[in-house]
T-cell receptor, first 113, second 113 residues
Framework: ELKVEQNPLFLSMQEEKNYTIYCNYSTTSDRLYWYRQDPGKSLESLFVLLSNGAVKQEGRLMASLDTKARLSTLHITAAVHDLSATYFCAVDPSGGSNYKLTFGKGTLLTVNP | GAGVSQSPSNKVTEKGKDVELRCDPISGHTALYWYRQSLGQGLEFLIYFQGNSAPDKSGLPSDRFSAERTGGSVSTLTIQRTQQEDSAVYLC???????????FGPGTRLTVT
């Protein structure tokens, strides 16, 4: 059974600080997704990482994938309050065309002024 | 353009009643997914439709759950004889062809009393 583990599950940061969220998964996969969820809202796609060594950046967020270590990271640079949300990583283990996602439990990020 | 829509946004039902949840995917998206988000279990895959192929029902938690997709577009998730543990947010997502991206709807919050 595929397991996707995120840590930390709760993260309280100060503005302008840097931090990293980690996502470990238990089976081979070349597809790793990061989503953001605001309270009471649906999931917003942030990044799709499709190969070993993939790195993507959008604003203050940067995601990377190491398929050999079965690890993805979401790095937050100089956090601002608007980044407060829950962040999920998700893995598609199929290797085929189903793209069924297995999600981590999410990291609740709170950025304090 | 229009995103994935779901209805109703909220549903309160009594234990033992049947409920139907509706999903309208993005026009032209051939793949449609149902996920469930609950406090205890996090985000879980339920069922996947792709074109005219038989659906992948591997995530349905019991035979009280069923889903159909008519005309390759709208989908309905039906829960029979609802139980309190069915209380959750039910999310629908759609995907186009060979694209990796899944686009999520706003969800239906189901409360079973």
């Amino acid at each position: 059974e595929l397991k996707v583990e995120q840590n930390p599950l709760f993260l309280s940061m100060q503005e302008e600080k840097n931090y990293t969220i980690y996502c470990n998964y238990s089976t081979t996969s070349d597809r790793l997704y990061w989503y953001r969820q605001d309270p009471g809202k649906s999931l917003e796609s942030l990044f799709v990482l499709l190969s070993n060594g993939a790195v993507k950046q959008e604003g203050r967020l940067m995601a990377s994938l190491d398929t050999k270590a079965r690890l993805s990271t979401l790095h937050i640079t100089a956090a601002v309050h608007d980044l407060s949300a829950t962040y999920f990583c998700a893995v598609d283990p199929s290797g085929g065309s189903n793209y069924k996602l297995t999600f981590g439990k999410g990291t609740l990020l709170t950025v304090n002024p | 353009g229009a995103g994935v829509s779901q209805s109703p946004s909220n549903k309160v039902t009594e234990k033992g009643k049947d409920v139907e949840l509706r999903c309208d995917p993005i026009s032209g998206h051939t793949a449609l997914y149902w996920y469930r988000q609950s406090l205890g279990q996090g985000l879980e895959f339920l069922i996947y439709f792709q074109g005219n192929s038989a659906p992948d029902k591997s995530g349905l938690p019991s035979d009280r759950f069923s889903a159909e997709r008519t005309g390759g577009s709208v989908s309905t998730l039906t829960i029979q004889r609802t139980q309190q543990e069915d209380s959750a947010v039910y999310l629908c997502a759609s995907r186009m062809g060979q694209s990796y991206e899944q686009y999520f709807g706003p969800g239906t919050r189901l409360t079973v009393t």
